[in-house]
């Protein structure tokens, strides 16, 4: 019998997905990995680790056998403590039992909120340069993105004007990230509330992921769920990674209106099921005292921006000032290389890794992402290898 030979694997993958390039980030961190003794200012983590008193929670919790699936949704308790949180931190309230979901990271909850609006060919409005994985999670849940570039020439901010640049009848989702991974970028007040009335008048939903809101610096982050309107078309992303270093915990939560909140529960209970147990004990002792430990990171991320910062300034790279998160997106064009032969020749040179620009999309060429949550003694032996560096490349 005449058999027709079998397609490649290749062929056989999704297009939506087998078209998606790797993280420009995990590419490059292979690339340090098999060097020694690499100052590292790339991966987005805190150096603080975890507080002990929520480590010990989660170690108190599987002490006692807590090893058993939770609710969909999340433990109760910790849902009555994320709504206190919220309540306390913007002004707006959530029901525990039908507005509040635990999910694994906030990337989680950001797929769960794509997937349960998403329509083949919605299109989906986000802000450039971003976090990695934007433009990949739109694709996955076949929505078309489309990107809105922002420039250090306006301090990386989001414009109504830019936005109804790019508005059709097609959008249906806005994607925020203020404070800003890669630039550290905010808004003010006054900006968020036209964002938000841009998105009221085109009938959108928005995602705001406010994972880095309790890093803001100079003025308080403004959320644009406290906007009068937003509430009824908000998803509120946020999670525990990065203000109370909890990375490896992988815990995240989303707020939203019943019927979203159930939609993406239903995904959410099909794919994942719930939240590790012991992740979900331990961010509940980290609500339960949560000031010290964020106050006392807070500020010492405040002290190693402005280092970083004036050491850029004195090597004469131009560099702004990011007023939140805990990133600085130095631009080196002037040297006449490509953000990742910058970065490729500076971890050649001096052993200290930085991730190019263009990992967080195109108009990232150009510069490079540099993470301050790093040990205050790496970075004073970092910014001088930089300096070095750059003063060759002069």
């Known amino acids: 019998m005449k058999t ?40 987005g983590e805190p150096d603080f680790v975890t507080p002990w008193h929520i480590r010990e929670a989660a170690i108190t919790a599987l002490e006692q056998g807590v090893t058993s699936y939770t ?6 308790s910790l849902r009555k403590e994320l709504s206190s949180y919220v309540k306390g931190l913007i002004g707006v309230e959530y029901s525990a039992d039908r507005e509040i979901l635990v999910t694994v990271g906030v990337s989680e909850a950001m797929d769960l909120a794509l997937r ?13 340069p971003c976090y990695v994985s934007y433009n990949p999670i739109i694709t996955f849940a076949h929505g078309v993105p ?6 250090v020439e306006n301090s990386f901010r989001l414009t109504r004007a830019q936005l109804e640049e790019k508005v059709t009848e097609k959008t249906k989702v806005l994607i925020l990230n203020f404070p800003t991974n890669p630039t550290g970028a905010v808004l003010s007040r006054k900006e968020t509330e036209e964002i938000a009335a841009f998105a009221i008048e085109h009938d ?14 100079d003025v308080q982050h403004s959320s644009i769920l406290a906007v009068p309107g937003m509430r009824e078309r908000t998803v509120y992303l946020h999670g525990f990674s990065k203000a109370w270093a909890m990375t490896g915990f992988r815990l995240g939560f989303s707020c939203a209106p019943p019927e979203l909140t159930e939609a993406m529960m239903k995904i959410h209970q099909y794919t994942m099921l719930c939240a590790p147990v ?11 005292n949560p000031a010290e430990d964020i106050a006392g ?33 130095p631009t080196i064009g002037k040297f006449g290389l490509s ?41 004073k032996e970092a910014m001088p290898r930089i300096a070095r560096f750059v003063s060759r490349l002069s």
């Not at 012991?278 to 339960?288: C, H, K, M, N, V």
């Open 146 to 151: 489309v990107k809105i570039e922002t420039s």
């Open 116 to 128: 349960a609006l998403i329509e083949p060919g919605d299109e989906v409005l986000y802000h450039e």
């Open 4 to 43: 027709n030979a079998p397609k490649s694997l290749r062929d056989r993958i999704a297009a939506h997905v087998r078209d998606i390039p790797r993280s420009g980030i995990r590419d490059f961190f292979d690339i340090v990995s098999s060097r020694d003794d690499v100052i590292s200012l790339g991966v």
């Open 204 to 217: 959108l939903i928005v995602l705001s992921d406010e994972i880095y809101g309790e890093l803001s610096y």
């Open 71 to 76: 609710s969909n949704f999340g433990l109760l």
């Open 297 to 329: 990171m807070r500020e010492s991320y405040a002290a190693r921006r402005n280092y970083m910062h004036s050491a850029f300034q004195e090597m004469g790279v131009e560099c702004f000032l990011p007023g939140g998160a805990f990133y600085m997106f």
């Open 339 to 379: 953000s990742y032969d910058f970065a490729m020749k500076l971890l050649e040179e001096e052993n200290v890794a930085v991730v190019p620009g263009t990992a967080f999309g195109a108009c990232g060429e150009g510069s490079v992402r540099c993470c301050f949550a790093t040990a205050f003694d790496d970075l």
């Open 278 to 288: 012991l992740s979900q004990r331990a961010a509940l002792e980290a609500l339960q």
